[in-house]
C-alpha cells in the first residue's frame, strides 16, 4: 500500500490540485494519511461506457479518421471510469504483454476505431487515464486484472441484443424515443444509465454512447451527487445526453463508408 502510494505520488505526471501531496511526500509526512487522502482512490462509483461504432464515427469531425474493423458488428467498450477522478496517472506504465492473454478478445470487443491510434495505444490510454486508478480496489489492481474485469462486464450488458429483443435495431429511416429506449435499458442497466448522442452534420441526434453507473463492488446503480453527464471529468468528451424531447437515431454500422452509413 505505501509502495503504490509512492508510486502514485512520486512520478511526474502530477497536477496542481495534486501540488500539495506532492509537497508533504517531498517534505517527508506520514505515508499513512498521506494515502488516505490522496485523490486518486477516493472514488465511490464508476461508469462502464459502451459504444455504438456506427454513431461514435459521427462524433469525429474529421471526416477519414474512423474505421470500424471488419468482424466489429456490435457494441464495444469505451472504458470503465472511476467517477470524479479527473485524470488518473501515468505512475503505472503498461505493457502489451500484461494483457497478452486478453490479447484476442481485446481485439473484438475493445477495438480503436480512430485510425491514427492502435488499439493497444487505445486500452493504454484507457489504463493511464481511469485504469491506474480503478486498481485500488483489489479484484482491480494490475492491467490484467482490470481489463479482464471490463470484458467481463461486457458479457455481462449485451446491449445489441437487449435492444434487439424489443424490436429496437439500427435503421437510417426510423428516430427512436429516449423514453422507450430508456425503459427497456433500465431493466438491465439500472435505471440511472445514460444514453449519449452526438449532433451529425445534418443536425440529427445520433445515438453513440451508453454510460452505466457501477459502485465499486460493481454492482449496477451507484450514488453519486449529480448526473453522470454534469460531472467535469467527462466534460472534455464529446457527446452529450440525448435530449428528452428529439428522436435520435441508432445508425447502422457501415465497415466501407464508416462515417456515412447513411448515405
Ligand atoms: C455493493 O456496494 C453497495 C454500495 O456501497 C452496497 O449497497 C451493496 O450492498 C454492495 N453489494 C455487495 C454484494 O457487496
Sequence with gaps: MLLLSLLLLGLPDITTTQEGHMKDYKYGYQGS???????????TCLLFTLQWPGGFCQSLNEETLCTIPESIDTWTIHGLWPLRVLSCCNCWPMFLSDVQELQVE???RWPSLVKT???????RDEWHRHGACAACVEGMNSPLRYFQICLRLRGQFDVYRL???????????????????HSVLALFLGDKHEI?????????????QVKI???RNLTLGCDHHGDAGSDPGWSLSPGHPCPPQVPFYYYPID?????????
Design 106 to 108: 481485446l481485439t473484438e
Design 213 to 215: 453507473p457501477l459502485s
Design 196 to 208: 449519449q448522442c452526438v449532433t451529425d452534420d445534418q443536425g440529427r441526434e445520433v445515438w453513440f
Design 255 to 263: 465497415h466501407q463508408h464508416p462515417q456515412q452509413p447513411c448515405g
Design 117 to 123: 491510434k492502435s488499439s493497444f495505444h487505445f486500452w
Design 33 to 43: 494519511e498521506l494515502y488516505d487522502k490522496k485523490p486518486f482512490c477516493s472514488w
Design 163 to 181: 435492444l434487439e429483443d424489443a424490436g429496437i435495431t439500427p435503421s437510417c429511416e426510423r428516430p427512436y424515443k429516449v423514453a422507450e429506449v
